[in-house]
């Protein structure tokens, strides 16, 4: 069956530039704020961003919680998470054997948190922060020694921690917080 077009017209008493008035409106809020001298700028590495709490940051392992179930890897949704095998020796028994561990490789990774959600015994945790800088794409893809400790986050020992809030008069205002990094 064919498709019928059908002609749009202007509706009586709304001129052309009438239909434009919100994207007027829009780009003169943009100019306005573009030469506002007040522009909140975050002057990295001097300041930054104190995230919330919860933040999906950074993923570290926790070994001795892990059951090494593989549930971490299956879910991936970018694969970025792989289970490598490595020699574990019982405590109890003192026998060593083969276990998969979980390590992860941040150059795939998405920071969605399924591997997070997923854990039974909470093994993986997120750290809250994200500015990390890696030298090259080899330290991205971690090693099960590396997977366990926080990445360095030089930030939060030299710089100021600040957060934006919306102010209706001012727009988006950067504030100072107390305390830096835990």
């Not at 749009?8 to 009438?18: H, Q, S």
């Not at 109890?92 to 561990?101: D, E, F, H, P």
Request: net charge positive; aromatic share 10%.
């Amino acid at each position: 069956m064919p498709v019928e077009f059908a002609e749009k017209t202007v509706p009586p008493g709304r001129g052309i530039f009438k239909r434009f008035k919100g994207n007027i409106e829009a780009i003169a809020i943009g100019v306005k704020y573009f030469f506002d001298p007040k522009r909140s700028t975050l002057i990295y590495p001097k300041e930054y961003i104190k995230l919330r709490e919860n933040y999906r940051g950074f993923i570290v392992l926790n070994a001795k919680k892990c059951i090494n179930c593989g549930s971490c890897a299956r879910i991936c949704p970018a694969a970025a998470m792989k289970l490598i095998r490595r020699p574990y020796t019982d405590p109890k028994t003192g026998k060593t054997r083969m276990k998969l561990w979980p390590v992860i490789n941040y150059n795939r990774c998405i920071f969605c948190g399924y591997c997070v959600d997923v854990c039974p015994t909470e093994a993986l945790h997120h750290v809250n922060y994200h500015d990390v800088v890696f030298d090259n794409m080899e330290e991205m893809d971690q090693t099960l020694e590396s997977f366990q400790q926080a990445p360095e986050h030089p930030t939060a020992k030299e710089g100021i921690p600040v957060r934006y809030i919306i102010d209706e008069e001012k727009g988006l205002v950067k504030v100072r917080v107390e305390g830096g990094e835990q």
